[in-house]
């Protein structure tokens, strides 16, 4: 049998803003709130930069050849409490931590060469703590 649970809000019993969720086995649980992504793009450098689809970020902004850098939305707790992960349409990625601060990031592209390089077509998510 089947159910079809509708809500606008959920909301933890002991802590509004923390729900856990029985994991596989059920043996484990984890927090809701900590597994969900707080941003996505996926997002064209062909021509002008524009997003394709995406949450919680800025267009991208073209840096330099191979380097470009978006803003947060919603900015994250500390520029230390987020990953990113992503993929490109070419032969690299690369998020520069030494620019990744609470409010923005700056991805940078490489070959296979190890040069930086525009690529057309980037996707990326980030997990973590929002602010």
Known sequence: MSSILKVNTLTGVSTAGSISVTGEGNSTTTNLQNGLAKAHMTYDLSGTAEIVHGFNLSSPVDVA??????????????????????????????VHGALQTASAMQIWNYDWDGDLSDFDLYGLVVHGDLA
Do not use: D, H, L, R
């Open 65 to 94: 050849q191979g380097k470009f850098g978006c803003s947060f939305i919603n900015n994250m707790a500390t520029a230390t409490e987020y990953a990113v992960a992503g993929i490109c349409k070419g032969n690299g990625f690369m």
